[in-house]
Antibody
Framework: EVQLVDSGGNLVQPGGSLRLSCTAS????????MAWVRQAPGKGLEWVATIKQDGSETYYVDSVKGRFTISRDSAKNSLLLQMNSLRAEDTAVYYC??????????WGQGTMVVVSS | DIQMTQSPSSVSASVGDRVTITCRASQGLGNWLAWYQQKPGKAPNLLIY???SLQSGVPSRFSGSGSGTDFTLTISSLQPEDFATYYC?????????FGQGTRLEIK
C-alpha cells in the first residue's frame, strides 16, 4: 500500500524558516517524480515544487523561487521542502504527492504551516 | 502560465442526477489534464488522468473527455459520497496549475 506521511508543519514568524518532510513507502521512491502542493485556508490547490527521480531537475512556482528548496533522500525514502523567508501568504496545508503522468496519484495527509507573528 | 477556468463554480444536484463540470485552458494541453475530488479536511483524490483515463479504484460513474483547451468531467449518477469539491489540473508545462474548483452540493 502506498503511503506518504507529511510532517514538520508549525507556527513560524514572518521571515522564519521551516523544513517539511514526507516519508514514502509502498512504492519505488527512487524512480518516482515527486512534488509539493499547498492549499491556503478556504482556498484552492496550488502546485509548489517538483523534483525529478534523481534530484537533477527541480521546478518551482514563481512565488517561492529563491526561498524554497525541494530535495530528496532516496536512502531514507524522504522528500523534503526547506522553506526560508516565510511570508504570511505561505500559510497553508502542504501536501507531498507522487507524480503520475504529470498528475498527482497519491497524496500525503498534509501538514499545516502557519506564518504569523 | 496556463490559466485553468472551471465552470460552474458551484452546482446543486440530487442523488441519481448526471452532472458535468467543464474546464477550459488558456492554451492547448494535448491531453495533459487531470481531475481530482476533495472532501473537507482531506487530501485530494485523483479521479482522471490524461483527460480520460480512469484512475485505479475510482468508480466507473466518473468519466473524463476532451483535448486541447476544453475538457469535461461527468458523473453519470450521483451518489451521496460524491458531494465534494472537484478540481482540474494541467500537466502540459510548468508551472502546473489548477482550476479554482467546483463545489458540488446536495439539492
Amino acid at each position: 500500500e502506498v503511503q506518504l506521511v507529511d510532517s514538520g508543519g508549525n507556527l513560524v514568524q514572518p521571515g522564519g524558516s521551516l523544513r517539511l518532510s514526507c516519508t514514502a513507502s509502498g512504492f519505488t521512491f527512487s524512480t518516482s517524480w515527486m512534488a509539493w502542493v499547498r492549499q491556503a485556508p478556504g482556498k484552492g490547490l496550488e502546485w509548489v515544487a517538483t523534483i525529478k527521480q534523481d534530484g537533477s531537475e527541480t521546478y518551482y512556482v514563481d512565488s517561492v523561487k529563491g526561498r524554497f528548496t525541494i530535495s530528496r533522500d532516496s536512502a531514507k525514502n524522504s522528500l523534503l521542502l526547506q522553506m526560508n523567508s516565510l511570508r504570511a501568504e505561505d500559510t497553508a496545508v502542504y501536501y507531498c504527492a507522487k507524480i503520475w503522468y504529470n498528475s498527482f496519484n497519491f497524496w500525503g495527509q498534509g501538514t499545516m504551516v502557519v506564518v504569523s507573528s | 502560465d496556463i490559466q485553468m477556468t472551471q465552470s460552474p463554480s458551484s452546482v446543486s444536484a440530487s442523488v441519481g442526477d448526471r452532472v458535468t463540470i467543464t474546464c477550459r485552458a488558456s492554451q492547448g494541453l494535448g491531453n495533459w489534464l487531470a481531475w481530482y475530488q476533495q472532501k473537507p479536511g482531506k487530501a485530494p483524490n485523483l479521479l482522471i488522468y490524461l483527460a480520460s483515463s480512469l484512475q485505479s479504484g475510482v468508480p466507473s460513474r466518473f468519466s473524463g473527455s476532451g483535448s486541447g483547451t476544453d475538457f469535461t468531467l461527468t458523473i453519470s449518477s450521483l451518489q451521496p459520497e460524491d458531494f465534494a469539491t472537484y478540481y482540474c489540473q494541467q500537466g502540459e508545462n510548468f508551472p502546473l496549475t489548477f482550476g479554482q474548483g467546483t463545489r458540488l452540493e446536495i439539492k
